[in-house]
């Protein structure tokens, strides 16, 4: 657990708390220091007062209002062998399968039509899509990902954009010839097809994805690029997702920054990660300033070289949910149906989740990812099931208009946002208490949380 020494034996942990929180209602955002005393909260009284400061700093930016993603795993094919994962691909014992573009269009047109914002177009990495590229590798200089990672921000941010730019252009020539791969123009295909007849952003989840397509997928329609480093401990990393490579994958995500997508990144709780790997993890997540992040608890799979790993307590993903939002105030964080069901819905929300994920219609014979068949068949995952929920929290769903605004603000801020300098603060043992932050008082109610200097803060809907 987080120790912090003060040279006046009055400043309790307590005292700690509330004044990170502060901070926090005053407009700022918690250091590396203040993240990891978040993070090793035990007792309920505090994990709640910070969850409920995560709920006002989301009706900060958001209102009530929450959005919905349906989600289509299209195919259950991979060519990787994850350790954690049931699709991995030495698990024999599973029925697979595969969708046709028509199922999956259908399927999508039928999701829109019941009220979600996005399609999170889902699959492993299936051979039949990532046949050409098999004995590619995705063969980048390893200098040029060095300096990618080393030079994150100047990437992302500076005008130029120089070596980037020229890597790419360079690379899709010399691979491709220009032309993009018949496996994986069917999906860039099945992607303008949804986005034309939907008229909903996709959010792309297909593996790492050859660079070189980043634009393509784009320019058919894909607003998001999810690709889940899962945990940016290199040697957990490398347990974890066996023979993979951690700069391509992480630097895919820079990648598709540079395209023009926005990226989801995403942590895998309780699979032997540390506290100093999540806040480790959410640091990176800012530095390649993701726009939605994930935090989804590790259920053991059969047929996994982790099937008896021990039970993971959710109660940790939903502290680094409220975490996040205090991170990430104005991003998109999803509280996942995939882990707990519909049962989980609520917890997650009141942690500060503002995205309802793994929305599944029934009778279409689609699968979940950590849990296959949680509540689909039952019609437990779908928009109409989540409802009385979203009552129950003061919440309601979005307007197609408001995901496509918070879209475009989102892409505009990303275009025009300084390098972030997240590098922690060096404190002496009583500067945390020289900043002349507002004084908290907690209330009953989140509509009236907090006084700052004397003054109720009520939280203004965007």
């Known amino acids: 657990m987080f120790q912090v020494e003060y040279s006046d034996p009055r ?3 307590r005292d700690m708390l509330e004044l990170i929180l502060n901070k926090i209602m005053s407009g700022k955002t918690p250091d590396m220091i203040e993240t990891t ?8 009284e505090e994990i709640q007062l910070l969850k409920r400061v995560a709920r006002t700093i989301r009706k900060r930016h958001f209102g009530n209002k929450v959005f919905m993603y349906g989600f289509i795993y299209f195919s259950t094919h991979c060519r990787n062998n994850c350790t954690f994962c049931h699709f991995r691909k030495s698990n024999k014992g599973l029925v697979r399968y595969r969708k046709t573009p028509e199922e999956v269009i259908e399927t999508a047109c039928h999701m829109a039509d019941s009220g979600v914002h996005l399609i999170d177009l889902t699959m492993g990495e299936d051979l039949k899509f990532y046949s050409q590229h098999e004995n590619i590798n995705n063969d980048l200089h390893e200098n040029t990902y060095k300096h990618l990672h080393e030079n994150t921000y100047k990437h992302l941010h500076e005008s130029t954009n120089k070596h980037l730019h020229e ?9 491709m010839g220009n032309q993009q791969p018949d496996g994986m123009k069917t999906v860039v295909d099945m992607v303008s097809s949804i986005h034309a007849k939907t008229g909903l952003p996709v959010m792309i989840s297909l593996g790492k994805i050859p660079v ?5 997928f784009k320019n058919a329609g894909a607003a998001f690029y999810a690709c889940y480093q899962e945990t940016h401990n290199r040697s957990l990393f490398e347990k974890i997702r066996k023979d993979q490579d951690y700069d391509e994958r992480y630097n895919s995500k820079l990648y598709a920054k540079k395209a023009g997508l926005l990226i989801e990144e995403g942590l895998l709780s309780g699979i032997g990660d540390t506290i100093d790997d999540t806040v480790n ?3 990176e997540m800012k530095s390649m300033d993701a726009d939605q992040t994930r935090s989804m608890t590790f259920i053991p799979q059969n047929g996994t070289p982790l099937e008896r790993h021990p039970y993971v307590d959710p109660q940790k993903e939903l502290l680094t949910i409220s975490v996040m939002r205090t991170l990430f105030p104005d991003r998109l964080i999803p509280a996942s ?3 707990d069901g519909l049962s989980g819905l609520r917890q997650r929300l009141n942690a500060g989740a503002n995205v309802v994920t793994s929305l599944v219609p029934p009778g279409k014979g689609l699968a979940g990812v950590a849990h296959s068949s949680l509540d689909i068949e039952d019609a437990r995952r779908t928009p109409e099931s989540i409802l009385p929920v979203l009552e129950e929290c003061s919440l309601v769903p979005a307007s197609c208009d408001d995901f496509n605004h918070w879209i475009s603000m989102r892409k505009l801020s990303s275009c ?9 603060k060096k404190y002496n043992k009583t500067s945390l208490y020289v900043e002349n932050y507002p004084t908290l008082s907690a209330h009953q109610n989140d509509a009236d949380l907090f006084t ?3 003054h109720a803060c009520h939280s203004a809907t965007p």
């Open 416 to 424: 025009i946002t300084k390098p972030l300098n997240d590098s922690p």
């Open 212 to 216: 070189e397509l980043m634009s393509d």
């Open 37 to 44: 005393f978040l993070l090793s909260l035990k007792k309920q």
């Open 167 to 175: 890597a790419m252009n360079k690379h899709h020539h010399e691979w």
């Open 452 to 454: 700052v200097n004397g």
């Open 281 to 283: 993890s959410l640091f």
């Open 337 to 339: 149906l995939d882990i």
């Open 11 to 13: 400043y309790k942990a």
